[in-house]
């Protein structure tokens, strides 16, 4: 009999497992159909001994100090700021637009001031902001939007940006400054030894089981357990009883190439050229000094595991009816970003998990309480009100 079945051994599942094992001294079966944990977090060193993302880059970045400071306790970590750029008209030009994006775009050499007012007359003003292309047409302009969103987007989504909800590209900051960050969180760093030996150290513990290539509903015949913690899509578990709720997907085609250096940063965006969206160098995440490197080409597919929720108002009003499901569904944790349809970044769903635990340890003393309030009182006869004082001794006394 295991305290907890946790379906996912991703960031939600592991952290659940982690600190309701060491701190509740639960018993966790911690169960994921892939052949490892870490869910796409997982790196590993490749046949040529380079440690590589196998589902595509994962940086690390938050402004949380509780959920740094938690995963602190797993792993060192290397001090790491995301840069990316962008394939544009024959140029390799900063992503997100920042003022040397615009300067070399244009050949001009504006300040920051002027590069405003540039942005200012280049966007088109919209009295209401529903979609996508709304949010960038209105704050760069019709121009840069075709140049760096808009094929973009129609790669990774197959929907055009006017089809989408205005979260896709709310997202990505525009900059007036020479900050070339992806990022401008607090803390950025990558986990010194990557991310695989963070989740091992994290599920290193006694009361923590692991079963791969396994599925939870098989498992949950032959094996005992109170609590399930379910990381999975919320649509798979209710057999799909509502639909399917799309996701979009990605195809990884992994390189290694005999030369030291492929690219001038960790990731170049192809907007415009090409099937794939990007290509990600892993030495520049990692550190690694290697004679060879190697590099990822993501393409976008609407089949294959889920990667993104689509964000559309039809598929929320699904997912709604499915929360609603889960809600009513008592002994059942819901969490990270499959079981919430939403797409969470590694911080978020680290947040997620840790408030849930929290929940739940709240939820047990209040179930624990009311136990012992109901073992003690249901033996105490009425009393009358001559009686008032046996009964205050008697609650005195339990306390």
Do not use: C
Request: charged share 25%; proline share 5%.
């Amino acid at each position: 009999m295991f305290d907890y079945l946790i379906v996912g051994a991703g960031f939600a599942g592991s952290v659940l497992a982690e600190r309701l094992a060491r701190i509740s001294d639960k018993s966790v079966l911690l169960v994921d159909r892939r052949s490892h944990i870490g869910g796409n977090a997982y790196d590993h060193y490749n046949e040529h001994g380079i440690l590589v993302h196998k589902y595509g880059p994962h940086i690390f970045h938050t402004n949380s100090r509780d959920v740094f400071e938690y995963l602190s306790q797993f792993t060192e970590w290397r001090p790491y700021e995301h840069r990316v750029l962008a394939s544009v008209d024959g140029q390799l030009l900063p992503m997100p637009i920042n003022l040397d994006t615009l300067n070399k775009l244009y050949g001009l050499s504006m300040n920051s001031f002027e590069a405003e007012k540039f942005l200012e007359t280049m966007a088109e003003k919209k009295q209401e902001i529903k979609t996508s292309e709304d949010v960038v047409v209105s704050r760069i302009g019709r121009e840069l939007y075709e140049k760096f969103f808009r094929n973009y987007t129609r790669k990774q989504w197959n929907m055009d940006p006017s089809e989408l909800d205005a979260a896709v590209t709310a997202r990505v900051p525009v900059r007036t400054n020479r900050d070339s960050r992806y990022f401008s969180d607090t803390y950025q760093a990558m986990p010194l030894h990557g991310y695989t030996r963070m989740f091992e150290n994290m599920l290193d513990h006694p009361n923590i089981k692991i079963l791969l290539n396994a599925n939870y509903r098989e498992i949950g015949k032959s094996i005992a357990y109170r609590q399930l913690i379910y990381t999975g899509p919320i649509d798979e578990f209710f057999d799909f009883r509502y639909g399917e709720l799309p996701y979009r997907s990605l195809r990884f085609k992994h390189e290694t190439l005999n030369k030291p250096n492929f690219q001038t940063a960790a990731v170049v965006n192809y907007p415009n050229e090409h099937l794939y969206t990007r290509v990600t160098e892993f030495k520049y995440l990692t550190g690694q000094e290697h004679p060879k490197t190697s590099v990822v080409y993501e393409f976008p597919q609407a089949e294959g595991d889920p990667y993104y929720p689509v964000p559309r108002p039809e598929n929320n009003a699904m997912y709604k009816k499915y929360k609603e499901l889960a809600d009513s569904t008592t002994g059942v944790h819901f969490v990270g970003r499959l079981a919430t349809y939403k797409y969470y970044n590694m911080d978020q769903v680290t947040g997620q998990a840790l408030a849930t635990f929290k929940r739940i340890t709240v939820a047990k003393h209040h179930a624990v309480g009311a136990a012992l309030h109901d073992r003690l009182y249901t033996s105490i006869p009425v009393q009358t009100a001559a009686s008032g004082t046996a009964l205050a001794e008697r609650e005195d006394a339990a306390a």
